[in-house]
């Protein structure tokens, strides 16, 4: 029998092929080639010298690590972006150390840091999960589908991003909009926190489930946690704190809209009654 080579496929082909699996930027001009220069597939090690499992002999000397391969562990790097967050005076020294903050491999792989958009001296904040594609090439938060829907739901009370804060847990792209590994969040987390006790709104919204489990330390689904009223510590100060859906999960099941405009009704109150 004679197998026909498959045809290779068109460039349209081949964008469709990489968009249907998450690829959908250029992250350089040319392409690299990662396999270059790696070794092939090792000869299998020689055995052990017996004498070498002797428990009374020193184990033998590792081989030195240049340091620049060194890959920060993910504990060191949350300490440090607690630490450089904790001295972070303003939003703005905090938006300066973020965007050479080596710690979270994301930022290497999006175009921008997306820090937050709005007005700092809202009296509430929102704050979702992380940028997706559009967020990243503007460098602000919600400004894509579900921000277009975050806007109406803001409107809807009154209010717009020049009365309202809005931030994400994490402040870079991850690749592909992929969820972000609980270790990315962990990382980010400090940053977050610095900006919501510099910020100091009167009332913080967690949108959707992993902003709202990251910040309000809840274990149950939005389902359950949405619309209750708890308590957000900044370690300086109590902020009255509300989870909602996220507006990405409104756009696919818009059933919850009803829900969500109760939630709104929730915050608007608090505001008014706050400022009473
Ligand atoms: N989803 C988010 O959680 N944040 C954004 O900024 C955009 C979409």
């Given amino acids: 029998m004679v197998v026909m080579p498959e045809p290779a496929p068109t460039l349209q082909q081949l964008l469709a092929f990489y968009l249907e699996a998450g690829v959908d930027c250029a992250l350089a001009d040319e392409p690299i080639n990662r396999l270059e220069g790696v070794d092939p597939v090792p000869a299998p090690a020689a055995p052990r010298p017996v004498a070498a499992l002797n428990p009374l002999r020193p184990p033998p000397a ?26 972070a005076p ?9 965007e050479t903050f080596d710690g979270c491999a994301l930022r ?40 277009k829907l975050l806007d109406r739901m803001i409107a809807a009370i009154g209010l717009d991003r020049s009365k309202a804060y809005i931030a994400n847990v994490i ?29 100091n709104p009167d009332v913080l919204v967690t949108l959707g489930n992993p902003s709202t489990q990251a910040l309000l330390g809840t274990r149950e689904g939005i389902m359950r946690t949405r619309g209750k009223w708890l308590d957000y510590d900044t370690g300086t100060r109590s902020i009255r704190a509300i989870a909602t859906f996220h507006p990405a999960y409104l756009l696919r099941s818009p059933s919850y809209k009803k829900m969500s405009w109760l939630d709104l ?12």
């Fill in 108 to 147: 290497h792989t999006a175009t921008k840091l997306v820090f937050a958009d709005g007005n700092p001296q809202a009296r509430v904040m929102f704050v979702g999960e992380a940028p997706g594609r559009d967020e990243d090439i503007e460098g602000l938060p919600f400004v894509g589908r579900s921000g």
């Fill in 62 to 87: 590792m081989p030195a690590v240049p340091r620049s391969e060194i890959v920060a562990a993910p504990d060191a790097a949350i300490a440090s972006a607690r630490e450089a967050a904790r001295t």
């Fill in 171 to 199: 402040p870079w792209r991850p690749p592909g909009n992929r969820t972000p590994t609980p270790q990315e969040t962990q990382i980010c987390l400090p940053f977050i926190q610095r900006q919501i006790e510099l910020v």
């Fill in 265 to 276: 009704r929730a915050i608007a109150k608090a505001l008014v009654q706050v400022s009473a």
């Fill in 90 to 98: 303003t939003l703005e020294a905090l938006r300066a150390l973020m």
